[in-house]
């Protein structure tokens, strides 16, 4: 159980940083996503990191 939630946070954490990068701008990868340049997608990549960081705290303190 604690492997599988330190993967699910670290996996959280890698895709709210993909969202982070794409909502401000940074990654245009891929080219076509709606997601490109769209703020809100930022925000809700950081939250979803931040669900991420809790989970692997949480998996740790197990």
């Given at each position: 159980?604690?492997?599988?939630?330190?993967?699910?946070?670290?996996?959280?954490?890698?895709?709210?940083?993909?969202?982070?990068?794409?909502?401000?701008?940074?990654?245009?990868?891929?080219?076509?996503?709606?997601?490109?340049?769209?703020?809100?997608?930022a925000v809700w990549g950081?939250?979803?990191?931040?669900?991420?960081?809790?989970?692997?705290?949480?998996?740790?303190?197990?």
């Amino acid at each position: 159980m604690r492997f599988l939630l330190s993967v699910l946070g670290s996996l959280a954490i890698l895709m709210g940083a993909l969202w982070v990068g794409q909502g401000l701008g940074l990654i245009h990868w891929p080219a076509s996503s709606f997601m490109v340049d769209q703020r809100i997608w930022a925000v809700w990549g950081i939250l979803l990191a931040a669900a991420g960081v809790l989970l692997n705290w949480w998996a740790r303190r197990r």
